[in-house]
Every structure is written in C-alpha cells, then in structure tokens.
C-alpha cells in the first residue's frame, strides 16, 4: 500500500490562527476496521496526494477518474464499516480539490446550472462508460456515485465530491471548501465518525443516516426451503415507498390530486409570529434590552422518543382522541381560549384557528394537555408505530454534544461560564466549528427531505416525482417532529409567563426574543433560591432543547420592528435569521 512517507504521516494539520484546542478527551471510539485502514475518505490535491484522517497521506497514481475509481477500491484501503448489523459498509468518498478536478479534465465549473451534470456526451463520462463503470440517474454532478453491480456481498461503488462545483454548501460547511486539503479531510473525517460519510448534502446525508441506522430489511430463513432471504427487518419504515394521507401530502401529489381532495391539509410548520404591538405595555417598553434565545437543534430534541407511524394510514370517522396514536386528526380548536400575549401552539402564525383543521397527535394532545375538550371529526391513523427516529437522535445529540465539547463548551460549565464560551466556540477551532455547523444541517435538512418538493420546471402536478420512491418519504413523520417542536416552545413560553410574568415579543422557529432589564438571560431567566435553573421555563445549556443566547438589542430597535411589521427574532442576531423548517 503505497502511503507517504511515515514522517508526513505524523504532521500536524496546518495551524489555524485561532487559541488552541481544548485537549481532546477519551472517547469510546470503535477500533479501526481493519478492512479499512486509512479511514472513511480522502481529499486530493493536483499532485496525486490523498489526504486522509488522522494526518495520513496516501499517494495516488491514477490521471483518469476510472483509474481513481479502481485505485480507491483495490489499494487505497479507504471505507468505512456499517452502522447496524443489517445495514452496508460505507462507501470511499474521494475529495477532489478544484486542482484535481482540473487533472482529471473535469470543467472548472459545470455549465449546466439547473442540472447541475455532466452532458452525457462529455469526455469524462465517456471514460467512465467505456471502463464499464456506472452513474447513478444524478449523473456526474457534485456528489457522483461511480459503481459497478455488487459481487456477491462485495459492494464496487465509490463516492466522489467534487468541490469547485460546490459540492460542500457554505451554508452547510462553512468555510471547509477553501481549507486546506489535510484540514478538509480532517472536517469531514469527523463527521464521518460521528455522524455518517457524507454522501451528498448535509440534507441527503441525514436522510441517509436514518436509513443506516434502521436497515429496511434483514436475513431472515426461509422456512419451507431453508435458504436465507431478504426480510422485513422490524421498527424500519420497510423497502417500499408508502402513499400518504390525502391531508399529510402536498397540493400536487398524486393522492391529492388523483382523488380531487379538497378536504384541507396539514400545516405543522415552525413558528413564525410576532406579538401585535397594542399588546405590549408600557412597563415593557420602558425595558432596556431584547434578548435572543435559540434552542440547540430543537427539532433533534423533538425527535427523542418520538413515536411515529410505521405503516400506510387508515381512515377512521368520529374516532375517539388517543394521544399515544400517531396521525392526522380533523378537530375544532378554535375555542380554545389563551392569553393573546402568546402565540397559539396549534399554529405557525401564532394566530388562533377559526374553525376545524388537520393536525399531528401532538397539536392535538397538547389542547387536551391543556385542559380542553378535543373531538375529532376524523382521523387518518396508523396501527404500526415505533420511535424510528431514536437511534438517528441518539448519534446526532452524541456528535452534537461532543463537539461542541471540543470547542470549549461542555456540560459541566454554570450559565455564566457557558455564555462565556458559547460567545467564543466558534473561534476556537475553525474546523470544529465547520463540524458542528454541518451537524445541525443535517439535523434540518434530515428532517426536510422527509417531505421533498418537486423540483425542475418540467414537474407536472399529479406526477410522481422521484423522492415519492424513496420509503423515506413520509411527510406525516415531518409533521410529527415539527408539531413536537413547536409544542415544546409553547410550553416554555407558557410556564415562562407563569413563573417570571414575561412574554416574548416574537418567535422564530427556535429563536425567543423577551425583553429583559440586562443584556444578558441572566437577567430574565428563572432561578430558584440557590442560584439552580427552574425546571419547565428556558434553561441555558449545551445539550439539544436547551437555550443559547442567539443576541442583544434594544427594546427600542424591537419595537421599531415590529411596528413596521418585521420579526425581531430574524434579525436579533444582527443579520437575517434563516428559517428552515425542513423543506
């Protein structure tokens, strides 16, 4: 195995102009595979170095992305093991830098902007063709997938990125793209360990770590012939794609519109309210400060112990509310009554419903949590449920929580040192902070493609569109985690009203904003007489569901906006909040 001299194996990864790291803590790690020495992936540069994990440089011979590919599957030693035991090994991920693209007579930038492919026709794709080599129907775009059929349980399949055709969103990744290579292959090797070898976006890589870690299907033996065959494997969403309830779908879906459903539809979204301003009080007004609190990765919190239907949806009229049912339940709770300085927890507006809508069990389970009467119309329930989402949670709230431990912020800190390192995480290790940006993409965008759009102007309303082949495509689970979501806020803004008598001044999404009398949330936050947090309100801390000081401003500047009709909560941080509520 041809690997770069053993001194260069052991440099350290080029310095970032930064304090240095927290010394890294001991983790249970797993051992290295040993069919994958050198780790998940490896990033090229144009002189045919293959910077892998752990400082390891590896040489790479091949000019042409066929010789890559066999190169990378027969002597680079890269892979990375599978998450479950039913599940499949990663496969290699190739990084290629824009010098290596140019190399490999790949086009510094791809023409097709909409497509964001190859032409069929291009040199590159003709090589690969003509060495018997596959692309998947994406083409050779940003993410390709080059692949042969499998022998045997021997998967032929590998994973380039290509990166001057942004391959890593800035979004997503920031400012990994224009890293140095062995500081890109660190950032993405972490992740790969504690989240999942990329495999596309952030968004197609959550989505793949479901899937990775709830395999569809299992060996199971046959019992007339004895042989062993592919089975059902139990608490996955199966190996088919599934239809949704007509009120769970999109406008354009094929349920929807095949059958002429005009009976309304599911509007579980995140929220996006502001108080009106002849309910603000002087007392109020009077106050210095606006005060911003994010919630950590707020729709990971929602997945915990989330349970979520397995199976297709059944049609029941005038059922009786079971909240430990997941579904879609057609109720009227218009009449319930709450203060107006808070939004409504059954809308994203905040606003209060006028009459019978759809929504998730939780919404509904909440009015009753509540002390009101709910009497469904009708419901689309599932029989099959299980907590599908617990050990995608469980490896994302790990990854989350351990790096952010890495930049200096770790549970053990009080609030006080905690505002203090969250003010300055972001600058303690560049790429860390890389790491964990992309982890709460993943977490969003996860989410997100659980109910794709279609996309390209050639989509015809009552097509299929190809993300409805995919098992994963449950809107219905989307739903449930958003309307948990936004529950959840409700009642920290609720028990907040009752322990401090403060009201927020908007929401976004995860993001409060309450005036306060100091530019802190020390000054606002419940504590109880030994300095402890009061459970039930917003508590500051660094584990998912727990809050961070998202920004300061006056209460002056607050009002200004919301007068002219703007939310607070998107520009408390000083510039314009994105709102991701997973599409």
């Known amino acids: 195995m041809p690997v770069r001299d053993r001194v260069r194996d052991t440099l350290p990864l080029s310095q970032p102009s ?89 086009p510094e930038r791809l023409e097709d902007r909409r497509g964001l492919r190859l032409s069929a026709d291009h040199p590159v794709v003709a090589q690969v063709t003509k060495a018997k080599w596959q692309l998947t129907q994406r083409g050779f775009g940003p993410w390709a997938r080059i692949y042969r059929k499998a022998q045997g349980t021997q998967r032929q399949c590998v994973q380039l990125a290509i990166l001057p055709w942004e391959a890593l969103d800035e979004r997503s990744w920031p400012g990994v793209a224009d890293m140095e290579p062995a500081d890109i292959a660190r950032v993405l090797g972490v992740y790969a360990q504690r989240v999942i070898t990329p495999r596309g976006s952030t968004a197609v890589s959550g989505l793949e ?32 794609p599934m239809d949704p309830a007509p009120p769970e779908a999109t406008q354009e879906h094929p349920v929807v519109v095949n059958s002429g459903w005009k009976g309304g539809f599911l509007n579980e979204e995140a929220y996006q309210w502001v108080r009106p301003v002849d309910l603000l009080t002087a007392e109020e007004c009077t106050l210095p400060y606006a005060v911003g609190l994010d919630l950590n990765t707020a729709f990971l919190a929602a997945a915990a112990r989330l349970v979520v239907g397995l199976s297709g949806p059944d049609h029941f009229h005038a059922p009786a ?94 609030d006080s040192k905690f505002l203090i390192a969250m003010e300055r995480h972001k600058q303690v290790d560049l790429a860390m902070a890389a790491v964990l940006a992309a982890i709460k993409a993943t977490v969003k965008g996860g989410v997100g493609k659980l109910r794709e759009r279609p996309q390209g102007r050639q989509y015809k309303e009552g097509d299929r569109w190809p993300a409805l082949e995919r098992p994963t495509w449950r809107p219905d689970i989307r739903a449930a985690v958003i309307s948990k979501a936004r529950v959840n806020m409700h009642r920290k803004l609720l028990n907040m009203a009752r322990m401090t008598g403060l009201y927020p001044l908007a929401v976004l999404s995860d993001c409060v904003v309450y005036p306060s009398p100091g530019d802190s949330p020390l000054a606002f936050l419940p504590y109880s007489a030994s300095g402890k947090p009061q ?49």
């Open 18 to 106: 930064s304090p240095p790291r927290p010394v890294a803590r001991q983790t249970n790690e797993p051992a290295t595979d040993p069919r994958f020495p050198h780790g998940p992936l490896a990033v090229l540069d144009g002189h045919g170095s293959a910077y892998g994990v752990d400082g390891i440089v590896l040489d790479c011979p091949a000019t042409t992305i066929p010789g890559l590919v066999e190169w990378t599957l027969t002597e680079s030693g890269l892979g990375g093991q599978r998450l479950h035991r039913y599940g499949k090994d990663s496969d290699p991920l190739i990084v290629l830098t824009a010098a290596a693209a140019v190399k490999f007579g790949l």
């Open 209 to 240: 770590l479901m899937t990775a870690l709830r395999p569809a299907t299992k060996a199971v033996r046959d019992p007339a012939t004895g042989n062993w065959v592919s089975g059902h494997n139990a608490g996955s969403l199966g190996s088919q």
């Open 321 to 414: 509310f079971n909240p430990k049912i997941p579904g879609s339940w057609l109720v009227d709770l218009s009449h319930v009554d709450l203060d107006p300085r808070l939004p409504s927890p059954f809308t994203p507006t905040g606003e209060r419903p006028s009459g019978p809508a759809w929504y998730q069990t939780h919404t509904v389970a909440y009015a009753q949590e509540l002390g009101y009467n709910v009497t469904p119309v009708e419901a689309y329930l599932r029989r099959e449920t299980g907590a599908y989402l617990d050990p995608w949670h469980d490896r994302l709230k790990n990854a989350y929580v351990d790096t952010l431990a890495d930049l200096g912020v770790t549970r053990e800190l009080d």
């Open 535 to 583: 459970p039930g309100g917003f508590r500051l801390g660094s584990t998912p569901g727990l809050a961070k000081l998202e920004g300061v401003q006056s209460m002056a500047w607050a009002v200004d906006l919301m007068e002219q009709g703007y939310n607070p909560a998107r520009h408390i941080k000083g510039g314009d909040a994105v709102l991701d509520e997973g599409e």
